[in-house]
């Protein structure tokens, strides 16, 4: 479930997308996703935690802050209504007393997704080479881990089950000290899909899914992020089928597992 279409004046050449717009592109690639709206208002901001489901997350939104946590723009496990509430009138705050103020387009109102293992999944559009994918491990201390495998646009699940083999904390995947086994399958699943997305829709110049969590019966892009040339396109693809561009058919399905525990 992802808020309304997107702002016309706001998806300009080069325009960063906020998190609901972002994520309405990672659908159109077929991935799951923590249902996601905008509130712009405190009272708002309630409504839908109660309706998407509580305990909820709330996130600042502000095209002067990309990277929430950067600023303190995250609120999290908020057990009820009031306090999503008061959540949002604190980000306001926050955004107001920022040095230079940050602008406020109110708040992303999410529920808490259950804890999995935390990857980074992105791609980019190089000038030479063309759609760049990446995989590594993810959450806020991703420059530290520093572990991460790039190809250009994978084009089977082949390729992208090597990316994985690449990556350091690979052991992380297979349930390292009786942590929750990640489905390797539905990881190469959604490498392929994003890649198959950076090749069919060309508007898209960059997309960041951080965190990516991957569970044993599936993956949940939890936060996105991402970057567009132009509203006309972003994230419809082209008419090149998947086999067309190279890319492996029926994969981009993937099952979105429970967001939290019951």
């Known amino acids: 479930m992802i808020d309304g279409p997107p ?28 249902p996601t709206r905008r509130a712009r208002s405190a009272k708002a901001a309630a409504a839908l935690a109660r309706k998407l489901g509580l305990p909820a997350a709330v996130k600042l939104a502000s095209p002067d802050a990309t990277h929430k946590s950067d600023v303190d723009g995250v609120r999290l496990d908020l057990a ?40 980074l999944l992105g791609a980019y559009r190089d000038p030479t080479c063309g759609p760049v994918v990446s995989v590594g491990r993810g959450g806020i201390l991703v420059e530290v881990h520093d572990d991460v495998a790039l190809r250009v646009a994978p084009r089977s699940e082949a390729d992208a089950g090597e990316m994985l083999e690449e990556l350091r904390g690979r052991r992380l995947l297979d349930g390292y000290r009786g942590r929750e086994v990640a ?23 960059e997309i960041d899914i951080n965190p990516l969590f991957a569970y044993a019966d599936g993956v949940l892009a939890v936060d ?35 967001y939290a525990e019951s």
Do not use: Y
Request: charged fraction near 20%; include cysteine.
């Open 224 to 258: 996105a992020r991402a970057v567009v040339a132009s509203l006309e396109g972003a994230g419809q693809r082209s008419r090149t089928s998947p086999q067309g561009a190279g890319i492996e058919d029926s994969v981009c399905s993937n099952r979105a597992p429970p």
């Open 7 to 34: 702002e016309p004046t706001r998806l300009q050449a080069g325009c960063i997308l906020d998190e609901v717009e972002s994520k309405r592109l990672v659908v159109a690639a077929g991935i799951p996703v923590v």
């Open 183 to 205: 489905s390797r399958a539905a990881i190469r699943r959604t490498i392929v899909c994003l890649a198959a997305l950076m090749v069919q829709s060309p508007t898209v110049l």
């Open 80 to 119: 009820d209504e009031s306090a999503v509430g008061a959540a949002f009138e604190e980000l306001r705050a926050r955004a107001a007393a920022a040095n230079p103020p940050l602008r406020f387009e109110g708040v992303a109102v999410q529920p808490m997704a259950r804890p999995g293992v935390e990857l």
